[in-house]
């Protein structure tokens, strides 16, 4: 059985301030992995993914998650956020099947 | 592109009335997946379609039912409204299977069961 765990349910921060949106998971063999974000009254789009290769992955709107595989992690960051960041951050994991999708987290940034 | 596209947007349901959901994609993906999201749960996979004609149970199926009669559509099926069932529901489609590939989600629809 797969399964994804993101340990942060609401992360509160100011504008400029650094983030860093903790991912688990739980599989024994080749791992997909994706970030989606969901802004207030949209729908989910992915944010970035990681399949193979470098382990440090580039995603939109200077978003950046590490793949560490000692770890289980799959951890999201970027360096100073803006108030228009504020949105729900999942992370999934593509291990078999059907992907599994954590249980997000909240991020609000104050201006 | 429009996307992925469902209606209705908003639906408020008496316990017991059935109602359809439907998706649609102009992307020509073959793999379908209808999801609901409720607070703190993240996303519940319910019903997925690896392509047309094809159907197949998710993590939490039961109260749902789901047909793919076209390529394009996928539709949500509720043929008794419960109050458990209020959710935001999120179709989605992906070109591979959605471990392989991004998946693409549309707008949502919010049910409110009385």
């Known amino acids: 059985a797969q399964s994804v765990s993101q340990h942060n349910h609401h992360v509160i921060l100011s504008e400029a301030a650094s983030l860093e949106l903790g991912c688990n998971y739980s599989y024994g063999g080749t791992v997909n992995l994706f970030w989606y974000v969901q802004y207030p009254g949209q729908h989910l789009q992915l944010l970035l993914k990681?399949?193979?290769?470098?382990?440090l992955v580039k995603g939109i709107k200077g978003f950046e998650a590490e793949f560490i595989k000692s770890k289980f992690s799959f951890n999201l960051r970027k360096p100073s956020v803006q108030w228009s960041d504020t949105a729900e951050y999942f992370c999934a994991l593509g291990g078999s099947y059907i992907p599994t999708f954590g249980r997000g987290t909240s991020l609000i940034v104050h201006p | 592109n429009a996307g992925v596209t469902q209606t209705p947007k908003f639906r408020v349901l008496k316990t017991g009335q059935s109602m359809t959901l439907l998706c649609a994609q102009d992307?020509?993906?073959?793999?379908m997946y209808w999801y609901r999201q409720d607070p703190g749960m993240g996303l519940r996979l319910i019903h997925y379609?690896?392509?047309?004609?094809?159907?197949a149970k998710g993590e939490v199926p039961d109260g749902y039912n789901v047909s793919r009669l076209k390529k394009q559509n996928f539709l949500l099926g509720l043929e008794s409204a419960a109050p458990s069932q209020t959710s935001v529901y999120f179709c989605?489609?992906?070109?591979?299977?959605?471990?392989?590939?991004?998946?693409?989600f549309g707008p949502g629809t919010r049910l409110l069961v009385l």
């Open positions: 992307m020509n993906h073959e793999y």
């Open positions: 990681y399949f193979s290769g470098d382990p």
């Open positions: 379609s690896v392509g047309e004609g094809t159907t």
């Open positions: 989605a489609s992906s070109s591979l299977a959605g471990y392989q590939e991004t998946q693409y």
